[in-house]
């Protein structure tokens, strides 16, 4: 009788032990648990921790209530600028109602991954290429709403959805480049027109300078020598100043009157009277000299070349002094064998006529 009582207590204690062991449940700290009897759900929510369920009867499904990370793999379509791109993105969302997320929809990271593919889709449809290039916040908060809107309704809620990367075509990829190179030209040469408009106004200033102290122009005109022979060059280029030509201007009228008065430029002398001119001509003539061209018979001097009038005022102090060596004229010289006969060198002698 004792050993039929011990058998029947082992026997409950193998079943109880069973029992808990068929009856006993751990949920991690990032799950909970919800609780079907006979296909029914319980109400309350299994937290962390060691939990008893009735075995056979009950049974527990766990969710994880972590942060998921759902890649979106990458769709094409065609932006509102007609532009072909293919887009791919990623999604985190997490479980917030435990129930919801088991009873209202059979796979929620199935139902979300097929959310976020129809959703961006339709994100791309509505963008031009630009948004999706450089304006990817506002689409990224677009696609959130738009996928978070049914998601709700699963106990589920979108964290965060980011655009990783944009494909383009390789035609538009040469064609951004272009732009973009034709764009960098544009401001490279309206900054070298900014920098030519800041150095005209310093080099005007440079002149104003310059023309109010002109021996500031010299001493940048030997500056320059000075730099260009530096450079150890065999040929010195050495500018021609154009105050020189200034002088020149200014000395014209000068020499102009001193070749109008007689004797050259000297300016002294007795002043010609009327018939110096042709008296003058005449002795020249009759005493076999060449005759010498005067200006007129008002004294008006001969016009100066432009070109080189210094070289005028040479030629007729020339012809001035060899006037002063010789005056009467001398005959040109007589070849040897051109010797001429006595008779015709002397002048012919009159014969004394007898008195009366």
């Known amino acids: 009788m004792i050993e039929a009582l011990i058998a029947a207590a082992v026997i409950i204690a193998c079943l109880g032990a069973i029992y808990v062991v068929a ?6 700290q990032y799950e909970r648990g919800l609780i079907f009897r006979l296909g029914r759900l319980r109400p309350g929510i299994r937290g962390p921790g060691f939990t008893m369920i009735v075995p056979f009867v009950d049974r527990m499904r766990k ?4 942060i998921v990370t759902l890649p979106i793999p990458a769709q ?27 009873v209202q929809v059979e796979d929620y990271r199935f139902a979300v991954s097929q959310m976020a593919q129809t959703s961006l889709r339709s994100i791309i449809g509505k963008s031009d290429l630009d948004d999706l290039l450089s304006n990817r916040e506002k689409l990224n908060q677009g696609l959130e709403l738009m996928i978070d809107s049914p998601a709700v309704e699963w106990g589920v809620t979108i964290d965060r959805v980011e655009i990783k990367d944009v494909s383009l075509p390789e035609t538009m990829k040469r064609s951004m480049a272009r732009q ?6 544009r401001r490279a040469r309206v900054i070298n027109a900014d920098a030519e408009l800041q150095a005209s106004r310093k080099l ?15 001493l940048r005109l030997l500056q320059t020598v000075v730099s260009v022979a530096a450079e150890k060059n065999s040929t010195l280029v050495l500018p021609f100043p154009v105050e020189l030509l200034r002088f020149l ?3 014209q009228p000068g020499v102009a009157e001193q070749l109008g008065a007689p004797g050259g430029g000297a300016g002294t002398g007795p002043e010609p009277g009327p018939d110096t ?33 210094l070289g005028a005022v040479e030629s007729a102090e020339a012809a001035e002094s060899a006037e002063a060596v010789d005056p009467v004229g001398r005959p040109e010289a007589v070849e040897p064998g051109d010797a001429a006969p006595a008779e015709e060198l002397e002048p012919p002698r009159r014969r004394a006529e007898p008195e009366g």
Do not use: C, W
């Open 249 to 251: 201007e200014r000395v």
């Open 63 to 66: 969710v994880n209530m972590q």
């Open 204 to 218: 005007a200033q440079a002149a104003q300078q310059m023309s109010d102290h002109p021996a500031a122009l010299q």
């Open 76 to 102: 094409e379509g065609i932006t509102r600028d007609n532009v072909t791109v293919r887009v791919d993105a990623v999604v985190y969302f997490k479980v917030v109602a435990p129930a919801d997320a088991v």
């Open 180 to 185: 973009a190179e034709a764009a960098r030209d």
């Open 23 to 28: 009856g006993a449940r751990v949920v991690k």
């Open 277 to 309: 001119g042709a008296g003058a001509d005449t002795a020249a003539a009759d005493l076999g000299a060449p005759a010498v061209e005067h200006a007129g018979d008002d004294g008006v001097p001969a016009p100066l070349d432009p070109i080189d009038p």
